[in-house]
């Protein structure tokens, strides 16, 4: 697509309840990264995807989040058991590579605002 | 390790008046250089970016910055404020090569303009 598409872009959840975020990267980039953005805070790393594979996932806060990219393209955040302080907006990017000797130049998509109850 | 200092949460400029956004960066190794703006409901977007180029970039929008090693700064400029540039922005730092995915933000400057 001509752009980073993220869905949905606004889910309400129950504490304890499981969500399912998705993001449909530009088509052709190889790296893709999670990101979130607490309030009034910047976007803080998750994961990043070389392809399939979770290249770092050193962002996760804990093993209740989960990201798969099964195929190397749409890539699914996955949070079980939800806590009020997983409220945040959900940020996926793609870049063309994961790493480039000169800057890195990710784009974003316009996020998934999570709210838990 | 990075990390970034916006030192102002909050600027408000009127229209037509400079804008200066200001940005420290800390890095222990020679960092790439960002400006992000965010507008409500709208996906982060790419203002200008330093690598290893000219320290003075230049940016959509009628945006620069200058990278000023010595004072470990990247303050974000426009000469003059227009009602469209009221947003969010964020200064970023990453490193260059294998680790350059792991950007670092900082905590934002919400820029506001008054007609």
């Known amino acids: 697509g001509a752009g980073v598409s993220q869905t949905p872009s606004n889910k309400v959840t129950e504490k304890g309840k499981y969500v399912e975020l998705r ?7 190889t790296a893709l990264y999670w990101y979130r953005q607490s309030l009034g805070q910047g976007p803080e790393f998750l994961i990043y995807f070389q392809g399939t594979g979770a290249a770092d996932d050193s962002g996760l806060p804990n093993d209740r989040f989960f990201a798969v990219r099964p195929e190397g393209s749409v890539s699914t955040l996955k949070i079980q058991r939800t806590e009020r302080g997983d409220s945040a907006v959900y940020l996926c990017a793609s870049s063309p590579t ?3 000797s000169g800057a890195n130049v990710l784009t974003f998509g316009a996020g998934s605002r999570l709210t838990v109850l | 390790a990075q990390s970034v200092t916006q030192l102002d949460s909050h600027v408000s400029v009127s229209e037509g ?6 940005c420290n960066y800390s890095s222990s190794y020679s960092p790439s250089l960002f400006w992000y703006v965010q507008h409500p409901n709208k996906g982060l977007q790419l ?6 180029a000219a320290t ?3 940016g959509i929008n009628g945006f620069e910055a200058e990278f000023k090693k010595s004072e470990t700064s990247f303050h974000l400029t426009k000469p003059s404020a227009h009602m469209s540039d ?8 990453s490193p260059r090569g294998a680790g ?3 950007l670092t933000f900082g905590k934002g400057t919400k820029l506001s303009v008054i007609p």
């Open chain 1, 23 to 29: 993001c449909d990267p530009i088509s052709g980039h």
């Open chain 1, 98 to 100: 994961g790493a480039d």
């Open chain 2, 17 to 22: 008046t400079p804008v200066l956004l200001r």
């Open chain 2, 47 to 52: 203002l200008l970016k330093y690598t290893s």
């Open chain 2, 56 to 58: 003075l970039v230049k």
């Open chain 2, 86 to 93: 009221a947003a969010e922005y964020f200064c970023v730092v």
């Open chain 2, 100 to 102: 350059s995915y792991q």
